[in-house]
């Protein structure tokens, strides 16, 4: 898996989503900007984003994620 496919994966199973991604092999570090984590806790967006990315965890292809989660106000703060 490269961090196009991380991207294309997020961005197509996430609502109203834009990602960052970065890294190769098995390793990645991702920033997620979407107004679906409006309301959510941190470990909240955590686990929407994992569970998007369950089956490539499960099966190998990613193996570790370091990841920022982000409303796009919060994106435009930065």
Same mark, same amino acid.
């Given at each position: 898996?490269?961090?196009?496919?991380?991207?294309?994966?997020?961005? $197509?199973?996430?609502?109203? @989503?834009?990602?960052?991604?970065?890294?190769?092999? @098995?390793?990645? +570090?991702?920033?997620?900007?979407? +107004?679906?984590?409006?309301?959510?806790?941190?470990?909240?967006?955590?686990?929407?984003?994992? $569970?998007?990315?369950?089956?490539?965890? +499960? $099966?190998?292809?990613?193996?570790?994620?370091?990841?920022?989660?982000?409303?796009?106000?919060?994106? +435009?703060?930065?």
């Amino acid at each position: 898996m490269n961090a196009s496919e991380v991207k294309a994966l997020l961005e $197509s199973t996430i609502n109203d @989503c834009k990602v960052i991604a970065e890294g190769e092999g @098995c390793n990645f +570090s991702i920033v997620v900007i979407s +107004s679906e984590f409006e309301g959510m806790s941190t470990v909240k967006r955590q686990q929407l984003v994992y $569970s998007h990315l369950q089956d490539a965890i +499960s $099966s190998g292809a990613i193996h570790a994620v370091t990841m920022k989660t982000l409303t796009p106000q919060q994106y +435009s703060a930065q």
